[in-house]
């Protein structure tokens, strides 16, 4: 991988962190019923799902990009408009909290429980398999070793997910209620569902003109 893709992919890291999805709400739902200190755990869990899923997708494009090499760019194209895609639905969202509020006398959940709730929650989610099936091949060099490029893909996803849910779980745990009103909820849904639509419509310029 060239030190620019790597840029670029970094780039798309953060938004596919910050993007609200499964990831982002159980790391929020852990800030508002647990607090930051144990509510993060859930981070650890999620990592590690998205390590598996992330594993589960190399063994899938090895056996693609040995078989096809037209299928594989065709895979390319298909994920850039399915980013596109994600970012319409992000705009037609309804304006309602993401998290709900934190009931009283809830049990109290022990910390592998929660890092085997975030491992639930991202290895065994089908719509984060066809994300990510969507995002790694637009970042993949073929004309270089690929277990190299798949770590790093998996370290940098992994580095930014650490720190925007870490983000996250600390809004929920402090200052969450602020965005339950339907106007923080819709701008944030159309600011998100614009960054997909914009990195969709990159990752595909990208590719076609190194081609």
Known sequence: MAWTTWIAYFMACWLISLSPGPGALAAMSSGLDHGFRRGYFTT????????????LIVVGLGALIAASGVAFTVLKYLGAGYLVYLGIAQWRAADVPLVAKREEGAPVTTRRQLVARGWIIN????????????????????????????LLIGATLGFTDLVVMAGYTLLASRVLRGLSEAHHIRWMNRTFGTLFIAAGTLLATFRRASA
Request: hydrophobic share 50%; glycine share 12%.
């Open 44 to 55: 650890f869990g999620l990592i590690l799902g998205g390590g598996t899923q992330l594993l």
């Open 123 to 150: 290895a065994l989610n089908p719509k984060g398999t066809v994300f990510m099936l969507a995002v790694v091949p637009q970042f993949l060099d073929l004309s270089r070793p690929l277990p190299v490029q798949y």
